[in-house]
């Protein structure tokens, strides 16, 4: 199946919402409704594998970009039951993000290696670049992709552009530079550190000694699956 875009969203409770209560509204109602609008492929959550926040990735893969802006999954938030209303504004972080795909590169074992849909592990990367480095980051990061999905270990790589974001939660929402991508890397184990995994290590070290590299924000994350929804529930 294919699919062109992402719904990306990440989630903190924060002090007013219990995880409990965060994980039971987001596993038992609002992902699952989510796999009801046509265009939504697949769901999953992701907890934090390291000790940054937010903690939780929930990551939707859509036919298009323009799923996520079609009348049927916009109803999903105006027709919310109160509940989650008076929830979403206590939350700490439930910034969603509607990416673009820009390119894919997969290990020759993909098809094999994943029993689930859902990676058991991801690796995120963030990147942010001005317009006067956008052409160089992408030409760039054309080769990089494929140098990274054959560290053993990674079987795909997926890498998007940001098209729109919004914080739910409605506090302000951060900036940044002019394009915004996101890659999903995804891991067949945990070895997805720097120090468990010196391939990585060493393409992560060839990357930073590049020019391009001082000219772009990175961010790195590591998430391991909470969860897989299914359209039967």
Request: charged share 25%.
């Amino acid at each position: 199946m294919s699919s062109e875009g992402l719904l990306f969203v990440l989630g903190e409770p924060g002090s007013l919402v219990s995880e409990q209560d965060f994980n039971a509204w987001y596993d038992i109602d609002h992902a699952p409704a989510r796999l009801t609008v046509p265009g939504f492929n697949s769901a999953s959550r992701y907890k934090a594998h390291d000790t940054e926040k937010p903690t939780w990735l929930a990551i939707y893969d859509l036919d298009t970009a323009d799923t996520a802006y079609n009348d049927a999954y916009k109803s999903l938030s105006a027709d919310a039951p109160q509940y989650e209303k008076d929830l979403v504004p206590k939350l700490e972080t439930l910034d969603r993000r509607i990416y673009k795909l820009v390119q894919t590169a997969k290990d020759s074992t993909f098809e094999s290696s994943l029993p689930l849909a859902a990676p058991p592990f991801f690796l995120v990367v963030e990147s942010s670049v001005s317009d006067e480095y956008h052409d160089d980051y992408n030409k760039w990061y054309t080769d990089h992709l494929q140098e990274v999905v054959d560290v053993p270990g990674c079987i795909r790589g997926r890498r998007f552009k940001l098209d729109s974001s919004i914080e739910l939660t409605g506090k302000p929402p951060q900036t940044g530079l002019q394009h915004q991508y996101v890659v999903l890397y995804d891991w067949a184990s945990d070895n997805l550190t720097f120090e468990t995994n010196p391939e990585l290590a060493e393409v992560a070290k060839r990357a930073a000694a590049l020019e391009i590299s001082s000219k772009i924000k990175i961010s790195i994350r590591r998430f391991q699956l909470h969860k897989e929804f299914t359209t039967s529930g």
